[in-house]
T-cell receptor
Framework: GNSVTQMEGPVTLSEEAFLTINCTYT??????LFWYVQYPGEGLQLLLK?????DKGSNKGFEATYRKETTSFHLEKGSVQVSDSAVYFC?????????FGAGTTVTVRA | NAGVTQTPKFRVLKTGQSMTLLCAQD?????MYWYRQDPGMGLRLIHY???????AKGEVPDGYNVSRLKKQNFLLGLESAAPSQTSVYFC??????????????FGDGTRLSIL
């Protein structure tokens, strides 16, 4: 079935630093790809998505591009804030379900 | 717009007790899911449902039962709680796959401790 492999971290950054979290996928066909974010004490929220090759999803200053050639969907943000401290999950559909990466914990220090 | 609502938010049980976790969604989604989240283990799918009256096993179904009597509700039951079931439980829902690759919408979780 479809699966994702995600950089696990943890990642600790200073405010205004550049963030990248790697995600690669194995899939049949070209499914949509998702990034979810989980803030402390909360459930997962959809951060962004891309539905086809070369699509760029973006939200809250985060971006990720669906790369068919490298089977990747890396998450990037140019200047992180303390409020971006969270756990980030890469995901893709797998039959009726979603397959999630293991999650990457990001801590941003002031 | 409530989205996905889980009750209760917190619960402490003794070993051997039973309880039911309730998930309700108001988005008319066909698919519903129960996950557990444990440190270092990521999200693991317990059971899921592709429609009213249907359920299916996920990765870690042992010790749990589920029911989907109404489209908007998905119940997770623990018949005889064990300390290994201490976890944070998340419910999620989505449209069915023939509407495209739809994302799942999550509730805020139920934090369950088994003593």
């Amino acid at each position: 079935g479809n699966s994702v492999t995600q950089m696990e971290g943890p990642v600790t950054l200073s405010e205004e630093a550049f963030l990248t979290i790697n995600c690669t996928y194995t899939a049949t066909g070209y499914p949509s790809l998702f990034w979810y974010v989980q803030y402390p004490g909360e459930g997962l929220q959809l951060l962004l998505k891309a539905t086809k090759a070369d699509d760029k999803g973006s939200n809250k200053g985060f971006e990720a591009t669906y790369r068919k050639e490298t089977t990747s969907f890396h998450l990037e943000k140019g200047s992180v804030q303390v409020s971006d401290s969270a756990v980030y999950f890469c995901a893709l559909p797998n039959d009726y379900k979603l397959s999630f990466g293991a999650g990457t914990t990001v801590t941003v220090r002031a | 717009n409530a989205g996905v609502t889980q009750t209760p938010k917190f619960r402490v049980l003794k070993t051997g007790q039973s309880m039911t976790l309730l998930c309700a969604q108001d988005m008319n989604h066909e698919y519903m899911y129960w996950y557990r989240q444990d440190p270092g283990m990521g999200l693991r799918l317990i059971h899921y449902s592709v429609g009213e009256g249907t359920t299916a096993k996920g990765e870690v179904p042992d010790g749990y039962n589920v029911s989907r009597l109404k489209k908007q509700n998905f119940l997770l039951g623990l018949e005889s709680a064990a300390p290994s079931q201490t976890s944070v439980y998340f419910c999620a829902s989505s449209y069915r796959r023939d509407r495209g690759n739809q994302p799942q919408h999550f509730g805020d979780g139920t934090r369950l401790s088994i003593l």
